[in-house]
């Protein structure tokens, strides 16, 4: 792990939206646990929490955060936005075919969408840490 606070915070806080999002999905679909709305809240809460403490220590440690935007990093997280987008895309139209099939109704399919956007950049921005193609 970096020694770098912006990083090691951008690294954490990515794990633990994926993590959230990925015990939402394996909650709801064992359905156990709260009830949706509940991990929207968890979820977003999150979110809401990783950008504060991102913020903090981006005011805090300009130096860092100067140094955790390199040009490796630059593109590492570019392409984890190009990778959301197209996991959206992916997802957005399967939901629509088991839609049109009355196999998914279509305002669960339009609520699962909001934590796919979220977890889809963080979890390839883990994967290119863990690759060693960011930090």
């Known amino acids: 792990m970096s020694a770098n606070p912006v990083s090691r915070a951008r690294l ?51 130096d860092a955060a100067t140094a955790a935007w390199d040009e490796q990093n630059t593109q590492a997280h570019r392409n984890s936005l ?15 075919t088991l839609s049109l099939t009355d196999r998914m109704d279509p305002a669960m399919a339009f609520y699962w969408l909001g934590p796919v956007l979220g977890v889809a950049p963080s979890a390839h921005y883990l994967t290119s840490v863990m690759r060693g193609r960011a930090e």
């Open 82 to 96: 190009i990778f959301g987008y197209w996991a959206v895309l992916a997802v957005f139209l399967i939901f629509l």
């Open 12 to 62: 954490l806080g990515s794990a633990a939206i994926v993590i959230a999002t990925a015990t939402a999905f394996i909650a709801a679909w064992l359905s156990i646990g709260p009830s949706g709305l509940i991990w929207a809240y968890i979820i977003g809460g999150t979110a809401i929490g990783y950008a504060i403490v991102s913020i903090i220590l981006h005011l805090r440690y300009p």
